[in-house]
C-alpha cells in the first residue's frame, strides 16, 4: 500500500507563489510517474503536472505551463509542485498521485493513478 500526504497549500494573493508538497511512503514505493491533479468547486478533476520517476521528465497542463513547475526527489519519495504567477482561476483542492504500473495510459490521465492523497486546498484572492 502507498500513502501519499500533501502540504503546503493556503492562500496567496493572485501573482504569488506557493509550492505544494507530496510525500509518498509504503512497505515499497516504486512509482512509475506521480502527479498533481486539482479539483474546483463544481467542475472535474484535472491534470496539473506529472513527472515519471525514473527519468523525472514533467508533463504541464498548457493551463499552467509556463507559471507551474513539477519536480522530484527521489531520495525523499516526493514530489514538488511550484506555483508561480498564480490566477484566482487556480483556486482547488489540488490533490497528488501517484502510479505504480504502465497500463497504456498516458501520464496525463486521471485513469492511470491508483494512489491518492487527501488533498490540499489552495485558495488564490484576486
Known amino acids: 500500500q502507498v500513502q501519499l500526504v500533501e502540504s503546503g497549500g493556503g492562500l496567496v494573493q493572485a501573482g504569488g507563489s506557493l509550492r505544494l508538497s507530496c510525500a509518498a511512503s509504503?512497505?515499497?514505493?516504486?512509482?512509475?510517474?506521480m502527479a498533481w491533479f486539482r479539483q474546483a468547486p463544481g467542475k472535474e478533476r484535472e491534470f496539473v503536472a506529472a513527472?515519471?520517476?525514473?527519468?523525472?521528465?514533467?508533463y504541464t497542463a498548457d493551463s499552467v505551463k509556463g507559471r507551474f513547475t513539477i519536480s522530484r526527489d527521489n531520495a525523499k519519495n516526493t514530489v514538488y509542485l511550484q506555483m508561480n504567477s498564480m490566477k484566482p482561476e487556480d483556486t482547488a483542492v489540488y490533490y497528488c498521485?501517484?502510479?505504480?504500473?504502465?497500463?497504456?495510459?498516458?501520464?496525463?490521465?486521471?485513469?492511470?493513478?491508483?494512489?491518492w492523497g487527501q488533498g490540499t486546498q489552495v485558495t488564490v484572492s484576486s
Open positions: 498521485a501517484a502510479r505504480t504500473v504502465v497500463d497504456g495510459t498516458p501520464n496525463w490521465d486521471i485513469r492511470g493513478y491508483r494512489y
Open positions: 513527472i515519471t520517476w525514473s527519468g523525472g521528465i514533467p
Open positions: 509504503g512497505r515499497t514505493f516504486s512509482a512509475v510517474a
